[in-house]
């Protein structure tokens, strides 16, 4: 009997890596998750606590801090599927796909929080 593992566009290539390097990269994608669910969480923190933030800049950090969330597990799974494919086919590891992005968003979203404490 053949076993059927999803993805399939990870698993029907190459040959299976050390088990050690698959649970590491399992790992790094659930820290990713618990990255989402704390931006989410932050997001819906500042709509839900009465901080003395301007309500326009507390919206708007709120805002990006939820799509944020949103974005993480994307870039969790695509890191995730490129990471175990190239470790499968004997690759160079792929460079981080949208940690730039996450990181200059959190950025962007405590600059609003800090204009709208001094605004």
């Known amino acids: 009997m053949t076993l059927r593992r999803f993805p399939q566009a990870v698993y ?3 040959e299976e890596p050390d088990p050690r390097f698959t649970l590491a990269n399992e790992r790094t994608f659930l820290a990713w998750i618990r990255t989402s669910l704390a931006l989410i969480a932050a ?3 500042l709509e839900a606590l009465q ?3 301007r309500a326009d800049f507390r919206l708007y950090s709120a805002g990006l801090f939820i799509a944020l969330g949103l974005v993480a597990p994307v870039h969790a799974w695509v890191s995730w599927m490129r990471t175990e494919r190239a ?4 690759r160079p590891l792929p460079a981080p796909a949208l940690s730039g992005i996450l990181a200059l968003g959190i950025v962007v979203a405590a600059l609003l929080i800090a204009a709208g404490m001094f605004l």
């Open 87 to 90: 470790m499968r086919e004997s």
């Open 43 to 45: 997001g819906v923190a």
């Open 12 to 14: 029907r290539h190459g």
């Open 51 to 53: 901080l003395p933030i």
